[in-house]
């Protein structure tokens, strides 16, 4: 026997075996069972959704020896014939390759003629929407009143580009994608009847893959099976199909989410080198990022997928906010249309990468530089040159400095340090490197942080409205909570859409903690009841931190010298006109020695 493809062999000969139809199916029955069966049916829908097998199980229902009948037969000679295409009453047109006013002509003609065996002459246009204007035109006529026991079925994916004239004098039913339950179920059937052994994983990423077309799931199965031999597993169908392995996007979107540039580069050439198509990587990419949207703004119930796979991508969705979420879809979208004017498909996807960490906050604008000893050994005996050599002394002066002894340069290239620079190092605590940090920790040594915002240059705004009440209210894995008063709410929305003083803070906040990788989060916090402050003692006065009091005395000296560059620069311009007038008079007097000047004269 002739081998049949899947979707051939596996084509509904009855309506009860349309899956996902139903609103369909039910309504044509009962219009058979009551005998209201219109002349004309406009049947809209994406491919492989089963437009033309229910056009094809109508006229078997209308013409069945039986019938008319809800159900075909699929017994008798007229049933046969039609599953066999051998039926001279059912007329199959592609619009696609007969668009022309002759072919609707031609079918103008024919249609004049009784039916040769059926009850019915049945016409059956796919992609009717390609048919040109004059072919529509010369279709009206005849579709508007046709001879008796003649019936239409007008079949297209793009309904909108079907005249109002055209369908407006149709039936039209709307066929739906099938679901991914539904497609993978109905798999499951085929596999059994045809013998196939096929994992879960598989046939999920099949039923993905197909994107809600059955006689798309069909053919991908068959394509699957003639490549594999044995039992058919995810890997055997990320092969074939180019499909990317979840896994591997999940890694990808880790990166960003964590700044490893590192390993998003490097996933982008594991993808490319292994010749899996780049348009794949951001279709699926798009699909896993609506997913993890729809997961984030409680749309969970709407993901048709299996629980264990959801509670992945609800893992996966910590790792981003909605609205980050949001703007990382729409760049891949937007990078699929620069894939295809780019020559190199790789630059399109590092780019994609880059555009996705500056998203997030994660782009790096440079990198440390790996500094050789020898370059630090050099520099620093330089330095300690230059501090060590004394002004030209008497000759016992300069014996009695050659004595001093001079610091070592440590064998690994870098300066022993001083006793002041140790005892600095050991007053700064910091956390281990491996040791979790907690909410106390942080508060612990919160003023501090504010004193070194305070002294970092360019951080005098964020340390002045931290300074109004906020502080650390909640830490976990991912994220440090700020609180902030609720009289700070203006100052709170800038801190949170401005990443640039998130690195700032967060470059502090490393100074203590270097392990510290956390990002920032803010809540609304009550304004607190501020307390008398108690006056604080001369001495308790004069006891200030000297870096304060160098901070107080280096900024009142240079406002002290702005103002006497201000004061002098408008003496100067005071004092310039008179000189320029005292020369113009000098050189008035010159000319006309008899005249007065005109100060001294007298005004009538």
Not at 252 to 275: H, N, P
Not at 355 to 372: A, H, M, S, V
Not at 394 to 423: D, M, R
Not at 452 to 465: D, P, S, T, W
Request: proline share 6%; hydrophobic share 35%.
């Amino acid at each position: 026997m002739e081998y049949q493809a899947l979707y051939r062999k596996w084509r509904p000969q009855r309506f009860e075996d349309v899956v996902g139809q139903k609103h369909i199916t039910r309504t044509l029955q009962n219009a058979i069972r009551s005998g209201n069966i219109a002349h004309a049916y406009l049947f809209c829908g994406p491919r492989g959704s089963g437009k033309t097998t229910t056009a094809r199980l109508l006229a078997k229902a209308l013409n069945c020896e039986n019938g008319p009948t809800p159900e075909p037969c699929n017994e008798c000679a007229m049933c046969k014939a039609i599953a066999d295409g051998r039926a001279m009453d059912i007329i199959e047109m592609d619009a696609a390759s007969s668009t022309s006013v002759e072919d609707v002509r031609e079918l103008r003609e024919t249609v004049k003629l009784a039916p040769v065996q059926a009850r019915y002459k049945f016409y059956i246009i796919d992609e009717v929407h390609r048919l040109s204007r004059a072919a529509f035109d010369a279709l009206l006529k005849t579709l508007e009143e046709p001879p008796p026991n003649v019936i239409f079925v007008l079949a297209t994916t793009e309904p909108n580009k079907v005249p109002s004239t055209i369908a407006s004098r149709c039936q039209r039913f709307d066929f739906h994608r099938g679901s991914e339950r539904e497609i993978k179920e109905y798999l499951k059937k085929v596999c059994k009847g045809e013998g196939i052994q096929i994992d879960d994983d598989a046939l999920s990423l099949i039923v993905t893959r197909a994107e809600g077309s059955w006689r798309d799931a069909l053919s991908l199965l068959e394509q699957v099976w003639a490549y594999s031999s044995e039992r058919i597993t995810s890997q055997t169908v990320e092969e074939v199909l180019g499909i990317i392995a979840e896994e591997t996007l999940a890694r990808f979107l880790k990166a960003v989410a964590t700044g490893e540039v590192r390993e998003g580069i490097q996933i982008v050439g594991e993808i490319l080198d292994s010749g899996k198509d780049p348009r794949e990587f951001l279709h699926s990419l798009s699909k896993l990022l609506r997913d993890l949207l729809i997961l984030k703004i409680g749309g969970a119930q709407l993901l048709d997928v299996e629980e264990e796979k959801k509670r992945a991508l609800l893992e996966l969705a910590n790792y981003f906010a909605h609205n980050v979420l949001l703007q990382m879809l729409e760049t891949v979208l937007a990078q699929e249309n620069i894939l295809r004017l780019s020559p190199s498909p790789r630059l399109p996807l590092e780019m994609l990468f880059a555009r996705l960490l500056q998203i997030t906050g994660n782009l790096k604008e440079t990198e440390k530089q790996e500094i050789k000893p020898e370059i630090i050994k050099e520099e620093v005996e330089e330095k300690i040159a230059e501090e060590k050599t004394p002004p030209p002394p008497q000759t016992e002066e300069k014996q009695e400095k050659e004595e001093k002894p001079v610091p070592a340069i440590a064998t690994a290239g870098e300066p022993e340090k001083s006793s002041a620079v140790e005892s600095e190092e050991v007053k700064e605590e910091k956390a281990p490197t491996g040791a979790p940090i907690e909410l106390t920790d942080i508060l612990a040594i919160w003023e501090e942080v504010l004193d070194r915002l305070y002294k970092k240059e360019g951080a005098g705004n964020l340390f002045a409205v931290f300074k109004q009440g906020v502080r650390p209210i909640a830490i976990d894995e991912n994220f440090l909570t700020l609180g902030f008063p609720s009289s700070s709410d203006i100052f709170r929305k800038r801190f949170e859409n401005d990443q640039r003083k998130h690195k700032v803070l967060l470059s502090v906040l490393q100074s203590f903690f270097p392990n510290f990788s956390l990002r920032f989060k803010t809540q609304l916090i009550e304004d607190e009841t501020p307390t008398p402050k108690e006056e604080k003692s001369p001495r308790e006065k004069n006891n200030l931190k000297g870096t304060e009091a160098e901070t107080i005395e280096s900024a009142q000296a240079i406002e002290l010298e702005d103002r006497r560059e201000k004061i002098s620069a408008s003496e100067q311009a005071l004092k310039q006109p008179e000189n320029e007038v005292d020369e113009e008079l000098k050189l008035f007097q010159e000319i006309f020695p008899e005249a007065e000047p005109l100060d001294e004269m007298s005004v009538s």
